[in-house]
Each structure stands twice: as C-alpha cells, then as structure tokens.
C-alpha cells in the first residue's frame, strides 16, 4: 500500500503509537484479544461529572493524538478562518424567533450580535416589548462549555424551569425562575434529563432523574421551596433496556410518563386532578408495538403500529378508559404512508406523514372527517410541523425548506386554509436560489432497492465526473435526514462540490420497512446502499471515486468505519465525527449509558451467539484490515455518554497499526465537550469549518479555497 498521489498529507511527523495491553474476552466459545481496551477510563462515571479525573496516560494519549492532527491540518488554518467567515456571514446574528402565544403571553427566543447562547423572552400576546426571562450569555459566563435545555412557563406564567449542562456530559441541573423578577428561587435539581413538566398550579413538578450510568430511570415529584432529597418517586423503571420521559398535555389534564425503546413503548398517566396518584397503565408493552398519545378532549389520539400497521395507523380512545381493549381506528394504516407524529386540537386533529420520502401535514376536521393536505412541490424539501401551544386554536404553525430553499415559517388556519408567511430565514451575506440546483436521484442497491439521494451544487458545477463531493449518511434509529436548508453547505457547493445526502436503509425515509431493513440481521443493507450511492454517483458522472469524501456521525460514523473496510478504495477521504466504531465491545457492556436500550437495534451480543455473529461481521474496530484506507478524520468528545471518547480512540490506534501505509489517521477530540461538540453557535461554526476544511484539503481544492 502507499498514499495516493492525491493525498496531501505528505512530510508529516511521526504519528501516536500507543501502547498495546492485551486483554482478553471470551463469548460463545469465541475469545478475543482487544489491544486497546486500557484507553476505557475504569471511573468512566465519576469522569463525566469531573473531567479532571481521567487517568493521566489516557489524558497525555489523547493530547498527543490532538498534537498530530495539528500538524496534518496545520496548513487549514487561513482556510478554516475563511470558511468560519463565510458562515458567520450568513447568519443574522441578532435574529429572533416569531413568538408563539400561549394565554397572555407570547414566548420565543433571541440571539444578540456576537452572543453564543440563546436569550428566552416573552411579549404581551398580541404584541410589544420583549422582556428578556433568560439571558444565556450571561449564564454562560466563565464557562467553557454551556448548554440550555431550554425554559419551560408554568400554566400560570409565573415561574419556570431552566436546565443546563455545563460539561457536556448531558447531566443538566435545573433551576426555578421567577420570571417576574427574574431572580431563581433557590430549589437546585441535579443530574436531570433536562427539563420538567409542570403541575396546573405551578406550584410543583415532575422530571427524569439520570442514574449512575447516565439513564433517565426515575420520574420525581418536585415541590417548590424543597430540597431535591425529599422529592417523591413517581415511577422507577426497573428495566435498563428502556428510556423514558415526561411530558403534558396541552389541556394540562394529564402528565405522560414516556418509557421505551427503539422498538417498544408503554406509556403511564398522571391526572393532574390528583398529583399524589398511581400512574395508570394504559397498555402493557409488547415487544415490537409502539404508541405514542396526544389528549383531544374527552378521547385521547394513539398513534401505533399494533397489529399489522408497520406504517402506524391513528387509533382513538376515550380519556376514561384509554386501555387498548378500547381503541378504535379512525385513521387506517395505508402500506408506503408513514405516519411521524401527530397533535389534537379543539376541532381539529393534525399529523405529519411521508410518503415516496416526501413530507406533507395532513388536517382533518373532528366533526365531519373531512381532511386536507399542505404539500410543496420540489423535488427534495423539509417540512417541520410546529403545531401551537394552545389547545383551542384554529392555527398551526410549520415550517419548509429545501437545500437551495431558505426556511420559511407559516401560521396556517386549518379552517380557511389560509396560509400566512411569517418569516423567511434571512442569509446576510445573500443567496440567490436561481444559482443552485436542488435534485432527488434513485441509486440501485445491490438487491434492487433504489436509494434516495438528495443533491446540492451550483448550476455552473460541471457534472464530468471531476467535481469533488461530500456525501452524508447515517442510516440507523429510524432518523430521517431531511432535505432541508443549511447555509453552511454553501461553502462547498460555492467551491464546486456536490453535496449530497444519501438516505439510505435504517432510516424511514421510504417507510418503516425502510428501517426494518436496516437493522438487527439487515444491518448490512445499510452499508451496502450508502456504498452504491458512491457508486451511482460516480457512474453518472456527478463526482468520481477519487472526490468523494464521505461523512456520517454517531451511528452515522460507525457507518463511515463500516464503508471504509468494505470499499476503502471507493473514498477519496472519510470523516466520522463521534463515531460509534466499537460496536461489539460496546454492546457487551451493559454498563455503559445506551448498551441495553440499544439491544433492539443492533442485537443482544450477551444473551444471542447469532447476534453477536451479526455484530462482529461488520463492528468498524474489529474488522480493521490491511487495506488502503484513504485520509480519515475522526472527532470525538471527551465526557460523551452516548459514543465514549474510548471508541474513535482505540479505532485509530488500530488503524495505524494494522494498516500503517494507508491514511494518515487523525484524531481529535474535544477536551470539554461532549457528544454535540462545543455548545456555542459560532463555536459550532469554528467545528464545522475545520471538517469542511479537511474536506477541501483532501479533494486538492486548498489552492483555490481560500
């Protein structure tokens, strides 16, 4: 193997060898040597809270690590400023969102010119000044990481709850503001999930407290002006493998404790005429059946997949009696009709569905049952349903885009049908639509499935085959990647990529089936379709093998470790941020945060041989090989729960050892964040604008960058 003549990274320093510790595991009469296992800090728990506990050889391996990718990147550095500027240039910074009305008030929030953090403020419903309730910059000063959950009014407008997180280890405290004074009372809730859900009176409320092992397993009744340690358990959840929230209803009659997985759900109501109740069981979990609900009234909305429904269907039930010995389907499961989320309002009943990969809202009227659809024509676009916050309305609010669409923000009156353009994002530095081409194409996979690719360039970028190309993925989960505005993707339609997102299997961009079959034993599929994109790609000619660099992260980053064993030569460069490449190591530990919940998605490698035959066939750090691995970057947090910093650690490590004449492998992790990089809006930007510029430095594109 040697590096490719395109590769740039030439005269570079010796890279991190680190040191190799065997440790060995047995499972199902398999034994494994894992090298690397040391750079997993044994006080992982205690680490998250207090960063300054990690083991000094894993610490000075990691600085190291850093120190290498510095010297490779080195020469980005004018680039990077460059790329920041731009889109810097294309955000308003002093932008503030159209408020949304909810009783006297209307709440929405602001960003200030140069300010990081987003300010949260109301006005009088009908219009006037804003009053500002919570001020982030301010509270993130002296920080080096900060994070708002966001602030949440009590039904009565008098106080609310904020959460933070200021390590990024996703641990938020929560505190109560007067938002009168704006002074915080001084209840302090720690090592929540983020957020509460307030009683009617406003004089208490319920939220998820984080385990030991980074779970949301209990649900707590806070009263106000008492210390956290006599908070009353509402529910505990005994089962690992399950998440759970909580949540309201926009009547404010009940309080939903969420619990499931990535397959199963089981919801339980608190009415709020009697806060001291037993949460109802509404229906019993059943593997493989999920529901979510939404109150309408006197019956209750319940969006399922139960029976044959892969789809989901609507059923009703009244609020009474909400056991599933009562629903009744009002809305029937049509095969190829996705059906996302729903709301009910006072004469209405709302939901988002997706059919062919396109998004539309669809709005039936309560009484007669007539229905209506919002669509929009492009080839490839968003559409984000925002509903209200109040419960007897005849306006939702949504919002579109398209990636050469900037997005618009609408009220919609679901009885006059009128439509009514509140905002459209404003890009300072201006954007002309009529310069980029949006389009949708079908890739053939490997068995005949045509994959969905959405694809941004430039009217101008020649189409021969010579233009570099960034293509995104993910594919897990179910998450549909939309194909929506990001100005950020300018800066590389603008230098002659294309950019394109592959939407392939285990997402639901086509259907449930679509991420059924991307799953579990059909994992595979997942890489095979994002390798065929590249492969469609370059067969009509809209870039070629040798320009495409690939990126995914998280789950989508374990899919960059996958495509890179499978068809290393098919990748000009790959960037997996945050990625999830030590699958099989990490799915025999039930210790960690995810490992359980995760099951359903990926295969108990504990309890099942087959599974752990599933997982090992494709897990990115155990099939590392003597391979011609292009130029890859991997970007990792130091205190993220949900891909630990140890995964792209050890998977670099490998990578230079098994394969040390292909790459070069960079490694960069972020010493005070977590999984969602640096908290700030333009300290993103600075993130963004460093992949972007390896991007560019791998394509051969640094000359005329800048």
Known sequence: ????????????????????????????????????????????????????????????????????????????????????????????????????????????????????????????????????????????????????????????????????????????????????????????????????????????????????????????????????????????????????????????????????????????????????????????????????????????????????????????????????????????????????????????????????????????????????AIAFAEEAYSLGLSGAAEYDTNVIRFSYSSMTTPSQLFDYDMVTRERVLLKTQEVPSGHNPEDYVTRRVMAPAPDGELVPVSLLYRKDTPLDGSAPCLLYGYGAYGITIPASFNTNNLSLADRGFVYAIAHIRGGKEKGFAWYENGKMEHKQNTFKDFIAAADYLNQQKFTSYVNIIAEGGSAGGMLMGAIANIAPEKFAGIIAAVPFVDVLNTMLDDTLPLTPPEWPEWGNPIESEEEYHWIASYSPYDNIGAKPYPPILAISGLIDPRVTYWEPTKWIAKLREVAPEAGPYFLKTNMAAGHGGKSGRFQRLEEIAFEYSFAIKVAGKMAAAV
């Open 1 to 372: 193997m040697s590096l490719s003549p395109k590769t740039p990274f030439q005269n570079l320093p010796s890279p991190p060898v680190a040191e190799k510790k065997p440790v060995t595991d047995t499972r199902h009469g398999i034994t494994r040597t894992d090298d690397y296992a040391w750079m997993r800090a044994e006080n992982w728990q205690a680490m998250f809270k207090d960063p300054s506990l990690l083991d000094p050889a894993i610490r000075t391996h990691l600085e190291t690590e850093n120190a290498y990718m510095e010297a490779g990147m080195g020469d980005t550095a004018e680039l990077q400023k460059v790329l920041f500027a731009e889109m810097r240039g294309r955000i308003k910074e002093d932008d503030s969102s159209v408020p949304m009305k909810d009783g006297p008030y209307a709440y929405g929030t602001l960003y200030v010119t140069g300010g990081e953090q987003p300010h949260f403020f109301r006005t009088p419903r009908d219009g006037g000044e804003k009053h500002v309730l919570l001020n982030g910059d301010k509270e993130a000063e002296g920080k080096d990481y900060f994070r708002l959950s966001g602030i949440d009014n009590s039904t009565d407008h008098g106080f609310g709850i904020w959460g933070y997180d200021d390590k990024g280890s996703e641990y938020f405290t929560l505190r109560i503001r007067d938002l009168a004074t704006g002074e915080d009372l001084s209840d302090v809730i720690e090592n929540t999930g983020g957020g509460g859900v307030w009683a009617p009176d406003g004089k208490s409320f319920f939220y998820t407290l984080q385990d030991e092992n980074h779970r949301p397993s209990k649900v707590f009744h806070h009263i106000l002006g008492t210390s956290q340690t006599g908070d009353r358990l509402v529910y505990e959840e005994k089962d690992p493998g399950f998440f759970m929230g909580v949540g309201g209803s926009l009547l404010d009659d009940f309080i939903y404790i969420d619990i499931h997985d990535h397959e199963t759900s089981e919801y339980r109501l608190i009415s709020t005429k009697d806060l001291t109740a037993e949460p109802k069981l509404v229906a019993v979990r059943e593997e493989g059946v999920e529901y979510s609900m939404t109150e309408g009234g006197d019956v209750f909305y319940i969006l399922t997949n139960d029976g044959d429904a892969k789809d989901f269907k609507i059923m009703e039930a009244p609020v009474e009696a909400p056991g599933k010995e009562n629903w009744k389907e009002i809305v029937p499961h049509e095969p190829g009709r996705l059906i996302i989320s729903h709301m009910a309002f006072a004469r209405h009943l709302v939901w988002l569905e997706r059919r062919e990969g396109l998004p539309r809202i669809v709005v039936r009227d309560r009484a007669t049952g007539d229905e209506h």
